[in-house]
């Protein structure tokens, strides 16, 4: 079934979602687009990563569902699913970096729920990330803040062929890590 998706960015077609796939660990996965009845799932990744966790996001509380909605709702979320289960299993969101004559360049913003780490969602959800921000008309996607103790991230980018473009010393003041330097990442999607 195909999904007629009203972006923030622009109106377009995403035929090939949902995208069913095998992860390394042998799960089945679909990748689909966010509705309302995944609120309550993806609210509880991010807080337990922004709250508990407070070492890869800058906010420091993610308590409120309001504030959820306001900073993770607010244009193009993305969901993997345990096939069999329906269980959410991490998300993106993907919105534009910069306003007006620079929105073309995106940005993301992935969580996958602690359960499910090392077991290719981000790999899965990456893959499918590109190609979804290239259909959606961005032309670039920049991470603005990957803090450099975020291996798991760094590896991610790097494998992907995202290309190191800066450096942000003492960028943030993380949970038990104290201030630490954040990288920048690029990734040019007209090619």
Request: glycine content about 6%.
């Amino acid at each position: 079934m195909a999904y007629h998706i009203k972006s923030k960015k622009s109106e377009v077609n995403l035929e090939y979602l949902p995208k069913t796939a095998t992860i390394k660990d042998g799960t089945e996965v679909v990748l689909d687009v966010y509705e309302e009845k995944h609120e309550k799932e993806v609210h509880e990744i991010l807080r337990y990563i922004v709250n508990e966790e407070g070492d890869s996001y800058p906010q420091e509380d993610m308590t409120s569902i309001e504030d959820f909605r306001a900073y993770y709702l607010t244009h193009d979320v993305y969901v993997c699913l345990d096939k069999e289960t329906q269980e959410v299993l991490g998300a993106f969101y993907i919105k534009p970096n910069f306003p007006g004559r620079c929105s073309h360049i995106c940005n993301a913003g992935f969580i996958v729920k602690k359960a499910a780490r090392g077991r290719g969602v981000a790999t899965f959800m990456v893959e499918n990330y590109l190609q979804i921000a290239r259909d959606l008309g961005y032309r670039a996607s920049f991470f603005n803040l990957v803090f450099v103790t975020n291996e798991t991230s760094i590896r991610l980018w790097r494998k992907f062929g995202f290309t190191e473009i800066g450096r942000v010393p003492n960028a943030g003041n993380l949970k038990g890590k104290g201030y630490t330097d954040a990288l920048q990442f690029y990734y040019d999607l007209t090619k």
